[in-house]
Protein backbone atom coordinates (compact mmCIF):
# COMPACT_ATOMS: atom_id res chain seq x y z
CA UNK A 1 0.00 0.00 0.00
CA UNK A 2 1.08 3.37 -1.21
CA UNK A 3 1.62 6.59 1.72
CA UNK A 4 -0.81 8.46 1.94
CA UNK A 5 1.36 11.17 2.60
CA UNK A 6 4.80 12.19 1.69
CA UNK A 7 7.86 11.38 2.92
CA UNK A 8 9.81 14.58 4.00
CA UNK A 9 13.16 14.54 5.47
CA UNK A 10 13.51 17.70 7.48
CA UNK A 11 17.10 18.58 8.89
CA UNK A 12 17.13 20.64 12.10
CA UNK A 13 18.52 23.39 11.18
CA UNK A 14 16.40 23.53 7.92
CA UNK A 15 13.41 24.56 10.40
CA UNK A 16 13.80 28.61 11.13
CA UNK A 17 12.96 29.46 14.56
CA UNK A 18 10.54 32.32 15.69
CA UNK A 19 9.91 33.50 19.19
CA UNK A 20 6.34 33.89 20.34
CA UNK A 21 5.06 36.61 22.86
CA UNK A 22 5.80 35.00 26.11
CA UNK A 23 9.41 34.23 25.11
CA UNK A 24 9.30 30.77 23.71
CA UNK A 25 11.45 29.73 20.93
CA UNK A 26 9.24 27.22 18.50
CA UNK A 27 10.77 25.15 15.97
CA UNK A 28 7.30 23.44 13.48
CA UNK A 29 10.00 20.07 12.48
CA UNK A 30 6.63 18.49 11.31
CA UNK A 31 3.58 21.12 9.63
CA UNK A 32 1.32 20.78 7.36
CA UNK A 33 2.33 24.09 5.70
CA UNK A 34 5.70 22.77 4.91
CA UNK A 35 4.78 19.13 4.60
CA UNK A 36 1.75 18.58 3.79
CA UNK A 37 0.68 16.07 6.67
CA UNK A 38 -2.95 17.17 8.16
CA UNK A 39 -3.35 14.31 10.43
CA UNK A 40 -0.49 15.38 12.71
CA UNK A 41 2.58 18.10 13.20
CA UNK A 42 5.24 17.89 15.64
CA UNK A 43 7.25 21.35 17.27
CA UNK A 44 9.88 21.94 19.26
CA UNK A 45 9.52 24.70 22.25
CA UNK A 46 12.28 26.49 24.30
CA UNK A 47 11.27 27.82 27.51
CA UNK A 48 13.17 30.74 29.05
CA UNK A 49 14.11 29.78 32.79
CA UNK A 50 11.32 30.80 34.57
CA UNK A 51 9.13 31.34 31.90
CA UNK A 52 5.89 30.14 31.26
CA UNK A 53 3.56 29.53 27.87
CA UNK A 54 0.09 31.27 28.01
CA UNK A 55 -2.64 29.79 29.38
CA UNK A 56 -4.68 27.76 25.93
CA UNK A 57 -6.41 25.09 24.74
CA UNK A 58 -6.34 23.28 21.30
CA UNK A 59 -10.12 22.91 20.35
CA UNK A 60 -10.29 19.87 18.01
CA UNK A 61 -6.46 18.52 18.67
CA UNK A 62 -5.40 16.24 21.32
CA UNK A 63 -1.46 17.19 22.46
CA UNK A 64 1.21 15.53 23.66
CA UNK A 65 4.39 17.31 25.07
CA UNK A 66 7.65 15.03 25.87
CA UNK A 67 10.00 16.76 28.05
CA UNK A 68 13.37 16.35 26.82
CA UNK A 69 15.61 18.40 28.63
CA UNK A 70 15.26 20.82 32.19
CA UNK A 71 11.93 20.56 34.76
CA UNK A 72 9.34 22.75 35.47
CA UNK A 73 5.56 22.59 36.50
CA UNK A 74 2.81 21.61 34.19
CA UNK A 75 -0.72 23.38 35.02
CA UNK A 76 -3.17 20.71 33.14
CA UNK A 77 -7.03 21.55 33.56
CA UNK A 78 -6.43 23.73 37.12
CA UNK A 79 -3.86 21.37 38.48
CA UNK A 80 -0.57 22.00 38.68
CA UNK A 81 2.63 19.11 38.95
CA UNK A 82 6.03 18.90 38.38
CA UNK A 83 7.40 17.33 35.37
CA UNK A 84 11.41 16.53 34.58
CA UNK A 85 13.34 15.16 31.39
CA UNK A 86 11.61 11.78 30.52
CA UNK A 87 8.42 13.01 31.66
CA UNK A 88 5.23 12.95 28.80
CA UNK A 89 2.07 14.71 29.28
CA UNK A 90 -0.78 13.81 27.30
CA UNK A 91 -3.40 16.95 26.97
CA UNK A 92 -7.09 15.62 25.27
CA UNK A 93 -8.60 18.41 23.20
CA UNK A 94 -10.12 21.65 25.02
CA UNK A 95 -8.23 20.84 28.22
CA UNK A 96 -6.47 24.27 29.38
CA UNK A 97 -2.81 23.97 29.72
CA UNK A 98 0.32 26.15 30.20
CA UNK A 99 3.72 25.32 31.64
CA UNK A 100 6.28 26.76 33.51
CA UNK A 101 10.10 26.31 33.50
CA UNK A 102 12.37 25.92 35.96
CA UNK A 103 14.70 28.55 37.48
CA UNK A 104 17.56 26.77 36.78
CA UNK A 105 17.58 26.29 33.64
CA UNK A 106 15.63 26.45 30.00
CA UNK A 107 13.03 24.11 29.40
CA UNK A 108 13.25 22.11 26.16
CA UNK A 109 9.84 19.86 25.20
CA UNK A 110 8.73 18.26 22.19
CA UNK A 111 5.13 18.70 20.96
CA UNK A 112 2.89 16.89 19.06
CA UNK A 113 -0.74 17.43 17.90
CA UNK A 114 -3.16 15.07 16.21
CA UNK A 115 -5.07 16.54 14.35
CA UNK A 116 -2.27 18.82 13.00
CA UNK A 117 -1.70 22.10 14.90
CA UNK A 118 -3.52 25.11 13.84
CA UNK A 119 -3.78 28.35 14.97
CA UNK A 120 -7.18 28.86 14.38
CA UNK A 121 -7.68 25.54 16.60
CA UNK A 122 -5.83 27.15 19.08
CA UNK A 123 -7.64 29.87 21.70
CA UNK A 124 -6.30 31.97 24.56
CA UNK A 125 -7.35 32.06 27.85
CA UNK A 126 -5.13 34.76 28.99
CA UNK A 127 -3.88 38.33 27.82
CA UNK A 128 -0.71 38.05 25.57
CA UNK A 129 1.84 40.06 27.27
CA UNK A 130 1.89 43.57 26.11
CA UNK A 131 5.27 45.90 25.66
CA UNK A 132 4.18 49.27 25.48
CA UNK A 133 7.54 51.26 25.00
CA UNK A 134 7.68 54.67 26.98
CA UNK A 135 9.83 57.47 26.77
CA UNK A 136 12.80 57.44 29.63
CA UNK A 137 11.60 60.03 32.53
CA UNK A 138 13.29 60.73 35.78
CA UNK A 139 11.35 58.81 38.61
CA UNK A 140 11.97 60.39 42.17
CA UNK A 141 13.69 58.51 44.84
CA UNK A 142 11.41 56.24 46.57
CA UNK A 143 10.40 56.67 49.82
CA UNK A 144 11.63 54.01 52.47
CA UNK A 145 9.85 51.14 52.98
CA UNK A 146 9.60 47.77 55.52
CA UNK A 147 11.88 45.00 55.09
CA UNK A 148 10.25 42.21 52.64
CA UNK A 149 9.46 38.89 54.12
CA UNK A 150 12.98 36.86 54.66
CA UNK A 151 12.87 34.64 52.07
CA UNK A 152 12.19 37.78 49.28
CA UNK A 153 15.18 39.40 50.64
CA UNK A 154 17.94 36.98 49.88
CA UNK A 155 20.61 38.21 47.90
CA UNK A 156 22.24 34.87 46.42
CA UNK A 157 19.86 31.79 46.37
CA UNK A 158 21.21 28.98 49.07
CA UNK A 159 20.36 26.25 47.15
CA UNK A 160 23.61 27.05 44.69
CA UNK A 161 25.72 25.67 47.69
CA UNK A 162 25.22 23.90 50.35
CA UNK A 163 28.59 22.23 51.42
CA UNK A 164 29.48 25.01 54.36
CA UNK A 165 27.95 26.19 57.14
CA UNK A 166 29.64 30.12 56.01
CA UNK A 167 27.56 30.29 53.36
CA UNK A 168 24.10 29.75 55.59
CA UNK A 169 26.04 32.16 57.98
CA UNK A 170 26.31 34.92 54.81
CA UNK A 171 22.94 34.49 53.84
CA UNK A 172 21.60 35.51 57.80
CA UNK A 173 23.69 38.49 57.35
CA UNK A 174 22.09 39.47 54.37
CA UNK A 175 18.69 38.83 55.76
CA UNK A 176 19.66 40.74 59.30
CA UNK A 177 18.71 37.69 61.26
CA UNK A 178 19.81 36.75 64.53
CA UNK A 179 21.44 33.00 64.93
CA UNK A 180 18.74 31.74 66.86
CA UNK A 181 16.04 33.07 64.77
CA UNK A 182 17.38 31.87 61.49
CA UNK A 183 17.96 28.35 62.47
CA UNK A 184 14.87 28.02 64.68
CA UNK A 185 12.72 28.11 61.52
CA UNK A 186 14.26 24.75 60.31
CA UNK A 187 14.32 23.34 63.50
CA UNK A 188 17.90 23.92 64.44
CA UNK A 189 19.04 24.82 68.08
CA UNK A 190 21.13 28.18 68.04
CA UNK A 191 24.09 25.86 69.37
CA UNK A 192 23.59 23.15 66.35
CA UNK A 193 23.65 25.92 64.08
CA UNK A 194 27.04 27.27 65.29
CA UNK A 195 28.28 24.51 64.93
CA UNK A 196 27.20 24.46 61.32
CA UNK A 197 28.18 27.97 60.55
CA UNK A 198 31.67 26.81 62.16
CA UNK A 199 32.40 23.78 59.71
CA UNK A 200 30.16 21.06 61.25
CA UNK A 201 28.37 18.72 58.25
CA UNK A 202 24.80 20.01 58.34
CA UNK A 203 21.94 16.81 57.85
CA UNK A 204 20.31 16.26 55.03
CA UNK A 205 16.86 17.13 56.38
CA UNK A 206 18.12 20.57 57.37
CA UNK A 207 19.82 21.15 54.41
CA UNK A 208 16.31 20.14 52.42
CA UNK A 209 14.67 22.15 54.57
CA UNK A 210 16.51 25.44 54.68
CA UNK A 211 16.16 25.30 50.64
CA UNK A 212 12.17 25.46 51.27
CA UNK A 213 12.60 28.52 53.62
CA UNK A 214 15.08 30.61 52.39
CA UNK A 215 14.86 30.24 48.63
CA UNK A 216 12.77 31.93 46.19
CA UNK A 217 9.20 30.85 46.37
CA UNK A 218 9.38 29.84 42.95
CA UNK A 219 12.18 27.18 43.60
CA UNK A 220 10.92 26.26 46.55
CA UNK A 221 7.62 25.26 44.93
CA UNK A 222 9.28 23.41 42.78
CA UNK A 223 12.01 22.03 45.06
CA UNK A 224 8.87 20.52 47.01
CA UNK A 225 7.35 19.58 44.04
CA UNK A 226 10.01 17.43 43.43
CA UNK A 227 10.46 15.91 47.47
CA UNK A 228 6.96 14.75 46.82
CA UNK A 229 6.80 13.60 43.10
CA UNK A 230 8.08 10.14 43.86
CA UNK A 231 5.53 9.67 46.13
CA UNK A 232 2.21 10.03 44.08
CA UNK A 233 -0.39 7.72 44.31
CA UNK A 234 0.15 6.34 48.09
CA UNK A 235 -3.23 5.21 49.89
CA UNK A 236 -5.02 7.42 51.57
CA UNK A 237 -4.10 8.35 55.31
CA UNK A 238 -5.88 10.16 57.83
CA UNK A 239 -4.34 13.51 58.64
CA UNK A 240 -3.62 13.29 62.28
CA UNK A 241 -1.55 9.78 61.36
CA UNK A 242 1.00 12.38 59.93
CA UNK A 243 0.22 15.35 62.61
CA UNK A 244 1.03 12.72 65.77
CA UNK A 245 4.23 11.50 63.99
CA UNK A 246 6.01 12.12 66.61
CA UNK A 247 8.52 8.61 67.72
CA UNK A 248 9.45 6.09 65.88
CA UNK A 249 6.94 3.62 66.41
CA UNK A 250 4.44 6.10 65.08
CA UNK A 251 6.03 6.66 61.79
CA UNK A 252 6.48 3.05 61.54
CA UNK A 253 2.81 2.79 61.44
CA UNK A 254 2.62 5.51 59.18
CA UNK A 255 5.00 3.97 57.18
CA UNK A 256 2.96 0.75 56.90
CA UNK A 257 -0.30 2.21 56.06
CA UNK A 258 1.51 4.18 53.10
CA UNK A 259 2.51 0.85 52.30
CA UNK A 260 5.92 1.22 51.06
CA UNK A 261 9.30 -0.34 52.37
CA UNK A 262 12.05 1.08 54.98
CA UNK A 263 14.08 2.28 52.46
CA UNK A 264 11.67 4.16 50.41
CA UNK A 265 10.20 5.90 53.15
CA UNK A 266 13.29 7.33 55.35
CA UNK A 267 14.81 8.58 51.88
CA UNK A 268 12.05 10.79 51.49
CA UNK A 269 12.65 11.66 54.73
CA UNK A 270 16.24 12.96 54.10
CA UNK A 271 17.59 9.20 56.05
CA UNK A 272 19.51 6.18 54.93
CA UNK A 273 17.32 2.89 55.97
CA UNK A 274 19.76 1.74 58.46
CA UNK A 275 19.25 5.15 60.33
CA UNK A 276 15.51 4.83 59.50
CA UNK A 277 15.79 1.38 61.15
CA UNK A 278 17.42 2.82 64.06
CA UNK A 279 14.76 5.98 64.59
CA UNK A 280 12.25 2.63 64.09
CA UNK A 281 13.61 0.75 67.48
CA UNK A 282 13.17 4.06 69.02
CA UNK A 283 16.23 6.19 68.51
CA UNK A 284 14.99 10.17 68.97
CA UNK A 285 14.25 11.30 65.61
CA UNK A 286 15.38 15.25 65.12
CA UNK A 287 12.54 17.81 64.83
CA UNK A 288 14.25 18.89 60.95
CA UNK A 289 13.10 15.02 60.21
CA UNK A 290 9.90 15.54 62.09
CA UNK A 291 8.95 18.77 59.95
CA UNK A 292 9.31 16.59 56.41
CA UNK A 293 6.73 14.02 57.00
CA UNK A 294 3.60 16.42 55.91
CA UNK A 295 5.73 18.28 53.36
CA UNK A 296 6.95 15.00 51.62
CA UNK A 297 3.76 12.29 52.13
CA UNK A 298 0.78 14.58 53.13
CA UNK A 299 -1.81 15.52 51.28
CA UNK A 300 -0.91 18.68 48.39
CA UNK A 301 -3.68 20.77 50.78
CA UNK A 302 -1.58 19.93 53.98
CA UNK A 303 2.08 19.82 52.21
CA UNK A 304 1.43 23.41 51.16
CA UNK A 305 -0.34 24.76 54.52
CA UNK A 306 2.96 23.64 55.93
CA UNK A 307 5.37 25.38 53.81
CA UNK A 308 3.62 28.30 53.95
CA UNK A 309 3.63 28.20 57.79
CA UNK A 310 7.46 27.30 57.36
CA UNK A 311 7.85 30.51 55.09
CA UNK A 312 6.04 32.82 56.98
CA UNK A 313 5.39 31.86 60.63
CA UNK A 314 3.36 33.42 62.59
CA UNK A 315 5.22 36.28 64.95
CA UNK A 316 5.74 35.57 68.51
CA UNK A 317 2.81 36.45 70.88
CA UNK A 318 4.23 39.63 73.43
CA UNK A 319 4.66 38.07 76.87
CA UNK A 320 1.94 39.61 79.48
CA UNK A 321 3.20 41.27 82.21
CA UNK A 322 1.77 42.11 85.55
Not at 59 to 79: A, F, H, N, P
Not at 114 to 128: G, K, N
Not at 315 to 320: F, G, I, Q, R, V
Request: charged share 25%.
Amino acid sequence: MKPTTPITYQPYLGVQPYVTKDRSTIRELMCPTRHGNQAQSLAEAVIPAGGRTLLHRHLTSEEIYYIVRGDGMMTLDGKAFFVKAGDTICIPPGTPHAIKAGTRERLRILCACSPAYSHDDTELLEAEPVVVPQAPKRVPAPAPVAKPPAAKRVKKPIALDLRSGANFKAVRDSLDMGQGVFWKRVFVTQSGGSRYENGRNIPEAVKTLLKLVYTSPADSETFLARLRAPYQGLPPVKARMYKDARSGPDLKALRRALRINQTTFWKGLQATQSGGSRYESGRNIPASIRALVILVFGSEQHARQQLDALRNPAPAKASKTK
